[in-house]
């Protein structure tokens, strides 16, 4: 199947699904109800008898007991005894009779109208609508049909996994009812009617076994069962051996078997109860199908979107975050307004649009700045749309975060205040401005927040900043080939601590290289559960070309690469990073994208899988330059691959022949399988590395992706992935 009409129709699965739900589920569920009228007919019959009773005799007694032939149905069953359904008020009621004295023997029980209600609504939804029933019955069978066949049955323990598994194992069944629907629709296989018109009066039992008798030479009747009223199929014996007499006023038709193989199938009579269970099952296995399809839809849409607080809020605090800190600072903001009795909604910056601001009382925005004066990636395609908004009426608030020693201190601030006032907002408090620790600065921006309100403030402590750590260098050990003039050079740093450190994997070292120069941060590529004192760090050796012509190496990544020797002391400090940390839940499946140095915390990621023994599902693709030059880490993560903690390894290297190109080339050539992750396995997105060259490749190829599989916009596609990192679906951690 090719891809594009994989993608065509998966659309039409899923869309005429969601369309037509309720009609769908109508009959379903009607259908359901219908499998239990042959499963009662069983249970309230006796066994059958194994010889016809006479026709003649069967004549005499229905003139005996029912001579105004209001019986609806004969059967005779084992020891000459005849049971006979009256239908009175809208109710059926079940007599039997001895057939040789004709004496009434223990009444059966009633039964209600609700059968033959539920039939009509079965099949014209009790407005003669049967064209519409039928026309959905058609839609019905081809997404049956479609369904497996968009994905072969993998035996795995998720919603969508057990849905394509059912599908393919329910699929004879549905089909066997659905298809038999049709083929009753078209008049296929069913039998034939003798004339029947609506001004007949019914047909009596008594009176279509003696047209039976006279016509065919009918010997034995074994049932008798009316047939749209005006009609009765009498079935028994005679010289030609079984056989059934359909009789009307207007002629008698004798078949080999009523009503036929394609309605017996279809309400489930052609084995009594079994049957009847069978045809239970398939509607439950397709209410299921259509729940499980349901739930999986609703999940996307929850997925899309992430927010905290008060459903009915009327403030706003939104954050643009670079390494979680202004998104701990506005859930901390969100926690403190709401104990003081404020209705308010925390979320970001990533899964808002211009026009939701206009909704609030009051925005209030904690923004932090990213490489050299950006906001952080998060919040750049929200940026971009301010761009032309009309904000007229909206109030808002920043607190940038910052630090001093960058050349432009709080421009990600700076950028979002200047274009929410160019869109026509009005701000209600000055800028504030934090340099390094927020937790002060913070504090004091809160107290006139809530001033502001009117309301005072629960008690909430104030976050947690970052921690100072000593650490010497145990081991440093060159990555790249040194030789290979094509391979940025690269080490793998070993610290340890004289005291445990509870970080993550994906946790930041701030490296500070001189007084008054601003940190630098670094992914933290170890684990504490495999040792609580080690952190691994992952190094590019940044150089900078001056107008000299000379080389000045970074100054961070200088100290750490060439300046610090094995046993030196480096007193840095520890952020926490929770919004790049591996997911909470244990079995929810991670997708790592990594270029070059991007690869640092995922070493640590996978690292703590092997210490957990943990085999959740987690894919890494990798990109660089050449295999045998800058594979970094690569031994390693080839034996997590061999021993099972890393699911699927795909490293690609743009200057090797055949090498697979970048990370974005391989993201579309598992475009099937990266969806299925993404969309059916709820899989967080994890993209490491350079802003410009993989965030940007990667943002695209998605979006690429998404629209293809969704049936969206490249738009719409975008901004759903905005929507993925407001959830934490969809995590970035670049360096611009």
Sequence with gaps: MTPGLKRTLSWLHRWLSLLLLPLFALIIV????????????????????????????????????????????????????????FRQQSRSQFMSFDLSTGEALEPRGEQGDFFNTIKHLHKDLLLNAAIVVEIATYLMVLVIIVGPFLAWPRLRRTLMGWHVVGGWVALPLVLMVSVTGILMSLHIGTPQLPPLYPEDPRMGMAPAIETAMATGDLSGVREVTRVKNSAAAVRGVDPAGEAVYVVSRHGVIRQ????GLVKSLHEGTWAGAWSGLLNLLASVLLMGLMGTGLWSWARRIRQGRRRSGDADADILVAHASQTGTA?????????????????VMHASLAGLTPVELKGFRQVFLIASTAGEGQVPEQARSFLKTL???????????????GDRGYTHFCRGGEQLRAALLAAGGQETLPMVKVDGDPAADWRRWLDRVAA????????VAAPRGDLPVRLTLRERRQLNDPTDPDTHEVWSLRFESAAPLAFRPGDLLLVRPGAGEPARPYSIGST???????????????????????????????????QLKEGDVLEGQWRAHPDFNPPEDPERPMIMLAAGCGIAPFIGFIAEQACRKSRRPAWLIFGNRKRAGDFFHGEQLEAWHRDGYLHRLD???????DGGGYVQDRLHGTADTLMDWVLDRDAVIYVCGNARTLGEGVRTALAQILAAREGLTLDQAARRLGEWEAAGKLRMDLID
């Design 30 to 85: 009607t259908g359901a109800i219908l499998s239990f009228d042959p499963i009662l007919d069983d249970l309230r019959s006796g066994p059958a008898a194994e010889t016809p009773a006479d026709a003649a005799a069967l004549v005499r007694l229905l003139n005996q007991v029912d001579p105004g032939q209001r019986a609806r149905s004969v059967a005779v069953e084992a020891g000459d005894v005849v049971l006979l359904e």
């Design 387 to 401: 761009e032309g908004a009309d904000l007229a009426g909206c109030r808002f608030s920043v607190l940038a975060l």
């Design 528 to 562: 504490p559960e495999d040792d609580p004192r080690s952190i691994l760090l992952t190094v590019a050796l940044v150089t900078h070309r001056e107008a000299d012509g000379s080389q000045r190496l970074g100054k961070a990544s200088g100290l750490l690469c060439r």
């Design 256 to 259: 080999d078997s009523f009503p």
């Design 651 to 657: 490293a690609v290297f743009s200057r090797d022949p």
């Design 327 to 343: 998104a701990r600072l506005a859930d901390l903001t969100r926690q403190a307004l709401q104990a003081g009795g404020a209705r």
């Design 452 to 459: 502001l309100l009117g309301i005072g403030l629960g008690d």
